[in-house]
């Protein structure tokens, strides 16, 4: 469902944080909620592609600029 919210709105910043921060917390615990000492690797090395050996999950403020330009 955020696909197509992001397609249509510019997300501001703090929005993608928000997200992003429920994102984690549901990989690495299954919570909302989660500390930096239960993530194992870098947001950012987790939101490369897979073919770079990462889990591929997209990175919602490159999704968006690219979905907008679309």
Same mark, same amino acid.
């Given at each position: 469902?955020?696909?197509?919210?992001?397609?249509? $709105?510019?997300?501001?910043?703090?929005?993608?944080?928000?997200?992003?921060?429920? &994102?984690?917390?549901? +990989?690495?615990?299954?919570? %909302?909620? $989660?500390?930096?000492?239960?993530?194992?690797?870098?947001?950012?090395?987790?939101? &490369?592609?897979?073919? +770079?050996?990462?889990?591929? %999950?997209?990175?919602?403020?490159?999704?968006?600029?690219?979905?907008?330009?679309?």
């Amino acid at each position: 469902m955020i696909i197509y919210l992001v397609m249509a $709105v510019d997300f501001p910043q703090w929005a993608h944080k928000a997200v992003d921060k429920i &994102r984690r917390g549901y +990989l690495w615990k299954g919570y %909302i909620d $989660v500390k930096g000492g239960h993530c194992l690797v870098a947001w950012s090395t987790v939101c &490369r592609p897979l073919e +770079l050996g990462s889990l591929g %999950i997209a990175n919602l403020q490159q999704l968006s600029w690219a979905l907008r330009l679309r």
